[in-house]
Nanobody, 118 residues
Framework: QVQLVESGGGLVQPGGSLSLSCEASGTRFSFYVWDWYRRTPGNGRELVASIARGGSTTYADSVKGRFTISRDDVKKMVYLQMNSLKPEDSAAYYC????????????WGQGTQVTVSS
């Protein structure tokens, strides 16, 4: 059974760092593109970062140079290292994976809250 579980969220001061993890059990992990999204009441859902099978990455302009997405195909883990955090980074962060096996091959985690505040 596919299950995506995020961890690492919490409260951090502006300028601080936080590392998010997503454990993707039950997936054909290496075939997937893995993403981090974030959602806020005001901005809706935003794609923060994406990493493809070959390791190529894509970032939202708002986080370029500060966030780094990575993946471990052996451990079936995806990570988001967040540095130089800003209050506007506060959001619920969601792990997402999508593979090549059909429209239903698409999975979401439950989300983890990140709050950047002094």
């Amino acid at each position: 059974q596919v299950q995506l579980v995020e961890s690492g969220g919490g409260l951090v001061q502006p300028g601080g760092s936080l590392s998010l993890s997503c454990e993707a059990s039950g997936t054909r992990f290496s075939f997937y593109v893995w993403d981090w999204y974030r959602r806020t009441p005001g901005n809706g859902r935003e794609l923060v970062a994406s990493i493809a099978r070959g390791g190529s990455t894509t970032y939202a302009d708002s986080v370029k140079g500060r966030f780094t997405i990575s993946r471990d195909d052996v451990k079936k883990m995806v990570y988001l290292q967040m540095n130089s955090l800003k209050p506007e980074d506060s959001a619920a962060y969601y792990c997402h994976g999508h593979g090549p096996f059909g429209p239903s091959d698409d999975y979401w985690g439950q989300g983890t809250q990140v709050t950047v505040s002094s």
